[in-house]
């Protein structure tokens, strides 16, 4: 029996694929972006409405759209505590959650925590104790230690320690970093 030729063209296409053309590639992309929402946020005291895409973050809200860089993007994925601020008082991991889940919600990231020049007494502390090595924790345990501190429910260092275990230090100041949890408690 006589082997049928190939065809050449879909042969070709099996081995190395085919390119859809552009403008269907792009009508494909445009169908699976949804469309933007209007969410309306509070930050340390300044009112922003924007037009987001449902997936962004609120960490990316804050540092892509607001530019509001102190708070930093470390794991991405809810365990370094870098992305910590303070949703109505309250810490969460801010890359952990879109931003629209916050429509109307005040929001404080460390720069606002500083209020007429004077700095937040955990940031003082963390001066003070030099509780810190490259930075890049900083800001997310400065805004841990205010809703820990907010919470009312750690008392002692190893309590203090347990409740910030979710901020990770990679350069290893957590001694200093408690001491000046501790000197903001005592001194609130
Ligand atoms: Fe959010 Fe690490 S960047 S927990
Ligand atoms: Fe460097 Fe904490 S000071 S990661």
Do not use: W
Not at 47 to 65: G, N, S, V
Not at 85 to 100: K, Y
Not at 131 to 143: D, E, L, S
């Amino acid at each position: 029996m006589t082997k049928k030729p190939a065809d050449s063209k879909a042969m070709r296409s099996r081995i190395v694929g085919s390119k859809p053309p552009a403008e269907t590639a792009r009508a494909k992309l445009r169908s699976t972006t949804p469309d933007a929402v209007s969410v309306s946020l509070t930050v340390n005291g300044a009112r922003h409405a924007q037009a987001i895409d449902p997936r962004t973050t609120l960490l990316d809200l804050l540092r892509e759209h607001l530019d509001l860089t102190g708070t930093k993007k470390g794991c991405d994925h809810g365990q370094c505590g870098a992305c910590t601020v303070l949703v109505d008082g309250r810490r969460i991991n801010s890359c952990l959650t879109f931003a629209a889940m916050y429509d109307g919600a005040q929001i404080t990231t460390v720069e606002g925590l500083a209020k007429d020049g004077a700095l937040h007494p955990v940031q003082k502390a963390f001066i003070d104790h030099d509780a810190f090595q490259c930075g890049y924790c900083t800001p997310g345990q400065i805004c841990s230690a205010v809703g820990l501190m907010a919470e009312g429910r750690a008392r002692t260092a190893d309590e203090i320690r347990e409740l910030m275990s979710g901020n990770i230090c990679r350069c290893g100041a957590y001694t200093n970093i408690i001491a000046a949890i501790q000197q903001a408690m005592e001194r609130s």
